[in-house]
């Protein structure tokens, strides 16, 4: 147990339609990452957040949003859903400097 | 544009024998490289990382290697167990510290007891 707990573990949802994933990190970590995982194209970074604020962002859609709120849990709304954001969604949280990040198990997203 | 690629999806190996699973990378940007353990239903798992001032870092069975004039890092693993089944990915950042992390599509490896 890597101490990241991800909520839904799994979701399916129509197109057009929108979900928020939630995460709560470690107990401690300021940073969170958001991943995605799909067939094609692997782990790919979308956002960071540290505590509270954006801190980088990757390869996110302007369909895809993020924010960290004061107990330093994340959410990840994703808007418009189409067939191809299936995927596994992925959260790690790691408490900054040199330290190493912890994935949570993931929420596999279906739309259909 | 794939900056960091595990050219074999798969490897097989017989149990007590080394598993070698490679890695190249593109960007020169990138200073510092991690291995993680991924099992079906789980997230990954960090296995062992190194700087790109080392060309080696050792931890018990896992021995990552890096060659920084040929961007090319491999991870040993001796000797392979069953448990070490799973899918591996090379990952890359331009920091210790930094975990944007760009991965690699995976490598699984299957140890055959």
């Known amino acids: 147990d890597s101490g990241v707990t991800q909520t839904p573990k799994h979701l399916i949802t129509a197109t057009g339609q929108r979900v928020t994933l939630r995460c709560s990190p470690r107990s401690g970590d300021l940073s969170v990452y958001w991943y995605q995982q799909s067939l094609d194209q692997g782990l790919q970074f979308l956002i960071q957040y540290y505590n509270g604020e954006e801190r980088a962002k990757g390869n996110i859609l302007e369909r895809f949003s993020a924010q960290q709120f004061p107990d330093l849990h994340s959410e990840l709304n994703l808007s418009s859903l189409e067939l191809g954001d299936s995927a596994l969604y992925f959260c790690a949280s790691s408490s900054g400097g040199n330290t190493e990040a912890f994935f949570g198990q993931g929420t596999r997203l279906t739309v259909v | 544009d794939q900056q960091v690629k595990q050219n074999s999806p798969s490897l097989s190996v017989q149990e007590g024998r080394i598993s070698i699973l490679n890695c190249d990378y593109t960007n020169s940007m990138f200073d510092y490289f991690l291995w993680y353990k991924k099992y079906p239903a789980e997230g990954p798992t960090f296995l062992i990382s190194?700087?790109?001032?080392?060309d080696k870092n050792e931890d018990g069975r896992f021995t990552v290697f890096l060659n920084k004039s040929a961007k090319h890092l491999s991870l040993h693993i001796v000797p392979s167990q069953p448990g070490d089944s799973a899918v591996y990915f090379c990952a890359a950042t331009p920091g210790a510290g930094s975990y944007q992390l760009t991965f690699g599509k995976g490598t699984k490896l299957s140890v055959i007891p």
């Open positions: 190194i700087s790109s001032i080392k």
